[in-house]
């Protein structure tokens, strides 16, 4: 079996909260993230809502980052920097306590979000703005930590690569302790432009609220969200060795590559119940033992059948009994972040017994019919969680994470 893996901390910014626990009392309690968009003039766009986080994050940033070194990173990059920051202190991890050299980074990332909303890029700070790497080096250069530093690129499912990415680190005992995750922002013009001409975002632009629905029948598309999900993992020696609350253990993951189709996934979804199947082999467990599936369920057509599908096709009859919600109800779709963000939503409701609803799931889809636990939350006990992360290029990626139980 080798040595475990366990999560030791976490923290996430969204358009729900500016730290994990805002946003996870907002999860439980159903609301929703989703409002005009205020970043820029998106009056002329098709789709005018998106996820946004609260305006106060630039005051936070300013408290965090000094002010020389603000002036080199993106909106962005600072979101990947505070979330890291906070979920460091938070945990009270002490890093003269630990082998720095066996201390590592790794984010999933997308992009940097220099766009057309982005404020003072000048030639001065355009090269370290641009440099994707820059989000997890300031992160090691702010501790001293000399272990792997890096970042990953898959689309949405980046941040959840970069988790597993860490897992193997520790795993093959080249690390004691990773931190990891992701962030990312495409609240641009530009960008929501382009996904309006693949017709893939939601244009409820009179019903924010509402504009996220997955599974539902009136679904049309998903809706934009931006934020940041940083997780930190490490052995189960070393979490016990400083006396670290252990909130999960990260048990095994799967990655597979559809090779299909650059954005529509494999027919009846096979490319994904493929990645479930695999995680469930490589994590040791049976279709009985899954708790709770936190979806990808973006709102997207395909996206919400196909992964129905898929989970009906890797777990059968049992299908029907297993949990499934999509908190891109509430958040958005945070793309190279989403995977972190719903990893840590996945652990959290593993520690509190908690299964958080799909929202806006007032009348589902006829040809969806699992239990999407709609619009409120429920009480549970979770013994195991899977998180699916599937993007677009057929980078698909599902994480096992587990109650855990030999507590100290």
């Known amino acids: 079996m080798g040595k475990k893996v366990v999560v030791t901390g976490f923290n996430m910014l969204t358009a729900l909260g500016l730290d994990w626990e805002e946003t996870w009392k907002n999860i439980q309690e159903g609301k929703s993230g989703v409002k005009k968009i205020s970043l820029f003039d998106a009056s002329e766009n098709q789709t005018q809502i998106a996820a946004e986080l609260s305006p106060e994050f630039s005051d936070k940033s300013s408290e965090i980052i000094k002010k020389r070194i603000s002036k080199q990173m993106t909106r962005v990059t600072q979101m990947s920097y505070v979330c890291a920051v906070e979920a460091i202190e938070k945990h009270n991890i002490d890093f003269d306590q630990l082998d720095k050299k066996r201390v590592g980074v790794i984010l999933g990332v997308v992009n940097t979000g220099d766009s057309s909303t982005e404020e003072g890029t000048t030639s001065k700070n355009l090269i370290l703005k641009r440099m994707n790497n820059a989000m997890s080096a300031w992160i090691g250069m702010r501790y001293?930590?000399?272990?792997?530093?890096?970042?990953?690129?898959?689309?949405?499912?980046?941040?959840?690569?970069?988790?597993?990415?860490?897992?193997?680190?520790?795993?093959?005992g080249r690390t004691d302790m990773m931190?990891?995750?992701?962030?990312?922002?495409?609240?641009?013009?530009?960008?929501?432009?382009?996904?309006?001409?693949?017709?893939?975002?939601?244009?409820?632009?009179?019903?924010?609220?509402?504009a996220s629905c997955p599974f539902s029948k009136n679904r049309d598309g998903f809706v934009?969200?931006?934020?940041?999900?940083?997780?930190?993992?490490?052995?189960?020696?070393?979490?016990?060795?400083?006396?670290?609350?252990?909130?999960?253990?990260?048990?095994?993951?799967?990655?597979?590559?559809?090779?299909?189709?650059?954005?529509?996934?494999?027919?009846?979804?096979?490319?994904?119940?493929?990645?479930?199947?695999?995680?469930?082999k490589n994590a040791g467990i049976t279709i009985n033992d899954v708790s709770y599936i936190n979806a990808h369920g973006t709102s997207t057509m395909l996206n919400d059948l196909y992964e129905t599908k898929a989970i009906k096709k890797v777990f059968g009859e049992r299908a029907y009994k297993i949990p499934v919600s999509s908190t891109k109800s509430m958040t958005g779709h945070t793309i190279g972040a989403a995977g972190a963000i719903e990893s840590i939503i996945s652990v959290l409701a593993i520690k509190d017994s908690v299964i958080p609803p799909t929202i806006s799931l007032d009348e589902a889809d006829p040809d969806l019919d699992l239990d999407y636990v709609p619009n409120k939350l429920r009480k549970q006990n979770?013994?195991?969680?899977?998180?699916?992360?599937?993007?677009?290029?057929?980078?698909?990626?599902?994480?096992?994470?587990?109650?855990?139980?030999?507590?100290?």
């Open 144 to 172: 001293n930590i000399e272990g792997p530093n890096f970042t990953t690129s898959s689309a949405c499912s980046s941040s959840a690569f970069a988790i597993a990415l860490g897992y193997d680190a520790i795993k093959a």
């Open 179 to 210: 931190i990891v995750g992701g962030a990312d922002s495409i609240i641009n013009k530009e960008e929501i432009d382009g996904f309006n001409e693949i017709y893939a975002l939601a244009t409820n632009n009179e019903n924010p609220e509402k």
């Open 224 to 280: 934009i969200g931006e934020g940041a999900g940083i997780m930190i993992i490490e052995s189960e020696e070393s979490a016990k060795a400083r006396g670290a609350k252990i909130y999960a253990e990260l048990v095994d993951y799967a990655f597979t590559n559809e090779s299909y189709n650059i954005m529509a996934p494999k027919p009846d979804g096979a490319g994904m119940a493929d990645t479930m199947e695999q995680a469930l």
């Open 382 to 408: 979770l013994d195991i969680v899977l998180s699916n992360s599937f993007a677009f290029g057929g980078h698909n990626a599902t994480l096992v994470f587990k109650k855990y139980l030999n507590s100290f």
